[in-house]
């Protein structure tokens, strides 16, 4: 069973910054592609960043090129969501996801960590 924790959520105000992390367990992490989805307030879940097994190639969700960034430490298991100048639009809950494959279809993510809430004050 494939597990997925997600960690480093809080209060940040805007302009600050934080870091996501995601830990997963229980099958081989290079054989996943991972991403970042959110889910605001009274809003639809929605993608936020993806990266492939070796870090090759990401993919940003307009709203947060150039401020966020998504790494990965295949060594650690781990994935990486560095948060930079965030705004109060980007408060809600963050989830990262594995996959087959890089993409932002979210119907198509095999695991889903249960997330962590990312709170922007102004």
């Known amino acids: 069973q494939v597990q997925l924790v997600e960690s480093g959520g809080g209060l940040v105000q805007a302009g600050g910054s934080l870091r996501l992390s995601c830990a997963v367990s229980g099958d081989t992490f290079m054989r996943y592609a991972m991403a970042w989805f959110r889910r605001a307030p009274g809003k639809e879940r929605e993608f936020v960043a993806a990266?492939?097994?070796?870090?090759?190639?990401?993919d940003y969700a307009d709203s947060v090129k150039g401020r966020f960034t998504i790494s990965r430490d295949n060594a650690k298991n781990t994935v990486y969501l560095q948060v930079n100048s965030p705004k109060p639009g980007d408060t809600a809950v963050y989830y990262c996801?594995?996959?087959?494959?890089?993409?932002?279809?979210?119907?198509?993510?095999?695991?889903w960590g249960k997330g962590t809430l990312v709170t922007v004050s102004s």
């Open positions: 996801a594995a996959g087959a494959v890089i993409t932002r279809n979210e119907n198509v993510m095999d695991y």
């Open positions: 990266i492939n097994w070796n870090s090759a190639v990401t």
